[in-house]
């Protein structure tokens, strides 16, 4: 197998290819032209998003053209694949600003320089397109029954298909279509939710050019309890450090299951194979490890010195403030101390914070025994009374104070 498919392969990012033995050997006679198509349905990516974009680097890394394609154009529809619901319609103007911040996130990320990765905007050819022609031209070449054969589509079926998102197959197809055409792409790369939609378009080209191009899927990441990868408390994992704080991103992966370690240091980091294994040798601290993923991963989406504070501020909350970490980079407020000299209660302050959203969770939190308080001396301490007051007592003496939700979420207080 081509050396750049094996190494995609090695990293867990191979589920379905159209037809394996022949992509390789074209990609052993030369460098090809291949596109991962991104819908700029909200303002920022999340890190499900990313990993076709890893791949896209690994592949660009062996000689490869990417593509990156914003889908201005085939968002304005939305994709029913995955989804059991009809995509929200947004304005024109909304999508054309996605599209903008898409761009600069993946431009960050992969470093586009217009010859060996750039992107397009497939509402060039979308915008204005005659839907009579396009049905004359391109749609006679889809057999419905064929289209309600994949798994996208059957899917929607039980929930119910608008006819709106049935064009979306087509459109797809047909930006593989251009893309070849325009710039000679033979392979669509994309998470195997994309399988049925990549088909038809290797399909189409070969029914309207004679040509033979080529589909490759990578696995849907769910982690070791099957939930989906990049789920928090939260919602998804943004790239947008105002939605998701570098320090948020960075204790996700800090805090994954030992069982995921290895996987998701050999898909969404580019240290060595041999590397990422003996990261996970046994006998190892896994702990160790996880903060080497966390760092790697947050360098790669924010930066090196956005890495460094959020691991700073995670040695600082599980040390429980104490030295070896900055207290500065854990998320935190400031909050005046006669709010403490009057008294706080325990409820209202987690769900002030953030640490929860409402203060039912907050009352849930502290009855169940997840809600924690440091003390002047920094140590933390379970509240288990939601009618708890919090005091200045509590307050260390730089007048700070540190709370705790559960194992893993760390909030510093400033008094002032």
Request: aromatic share 2%; proline share 3%; net charge negative.
């Given at each position: 197998m081509n050396s750049a498919l094996e190494t995609l392969k090695a990293r867990g990012f191979f589920q379905q290819c159209t037809d394996a033995e022949a992509l390789s050997k074209l990609m052993d006679e030369g460098p090809i032209a291949f596109y991962e198509g991104t819908d700029p349905t909200g303002g920022s990516l999340h890190i499900g998003h990313m990993v076709p974009y890893f791949a896209f680097r690994h592949l660009r890394a062996a000689g490869h053209k990417g593509i990156a394609l914003l889908g201005g154009g085939t968002a304005r529809i939305g994709d029913p694949s995955g989804k059991s619901d009809i995509r929200k319609m947004l304005s024109y103007e909304q999508l054309d600003k996605n599209t903008e911040s898409i761009r600069a996130q993946l431009d960050r990320f992969v470093g586009f320089d217009d010859n060996t990765a750039f992107t397009v905007n497939n509402k060039d050819w979308l915008g204005n397109l005659n839907y009579i022609d396009f049905l004359r031209d391109i749609g006679r070449h889809f057999s419905v029954n064929r289209m309600l054969s994949f798994e996208a589509y059957k899917m929607r079926m039980e929930t119910g298909l608008s006819f709106i998102e049935f064009n979306y197959q087509l459109l797809q197809s047909y930006d593989f279509l251009e893309l070849y055409r325009r710039h000679g792409c033979r392979l669509q790369i994309g998470g195997d939710d994309q399988w049925g939609n990549i088909v038809a378009g290797v399909e189409l080209i070969r029914r309207v050019e004679g040509a033979e191009v080529y589909g490759l899927t990578f696995p849907l990441v769910t982690t070791a309890d099957g939930k989906k990868m990049g789920k928090t408390e939260k919602g998804a994992l943004f790239l947008d450090p105002a939605v998701t704080t570098p320090y948020e991103f960075f204790q996700y992966w800090r805090n994954v299951q030992d069982q995921d370690i290895l996987r998701f240091l050999l898909m969404f980091t580019f240290l060595h194979v041999d590397e990422c294994k003996a990261l996970c040798d046994t006998g190892k601290n896994p702990n160790d490890a996880k903060e080497r993923l966390a760092w790697e991963v947050t360098a790669l989406i924010h930066g090196k010195d956005e890495a460094d504070k959020a691991l700073s501020g995670a040695k600082a909350a599980f040390g429980g403030g104490g030295a070896g970490g900055d207290k500065a980079a854990m998320p935190h407020a400031e909050i005046t101390r006669s709010r403490f000299e009057a008294g706080y209660n325990v409820v209202d302050l987690f769900c002030d914070t953030g640490l929860e959203s409402t203060k039912s969770d907050a009352r849930?939190?502290?009855?169940?025994?997840?809600?924690?308080?440091?003390?002047?001396?920094?140590?933390?301490?379970?509240?288990?009374?939601?009618?708890?007051?919090?005091?200045?007592?509590?307050?260390?003496?730089e007048g700070e104070l540190i709370l705790r939700a559960g194992k893993k979420r760390y909030f510093l207080?400033?008094?002032?």
């Open positions: 849930r939190l502290v009855q169940q025994g997840g809600a924690f308080v440091s003390g002047s001396d920094g140590e933390l301490s379970a509240i288990n009374d939601p009618a708890a007051i919090i005091g200045s007592d509590k307050l260390n003496s207080i400033i008094t002032k």
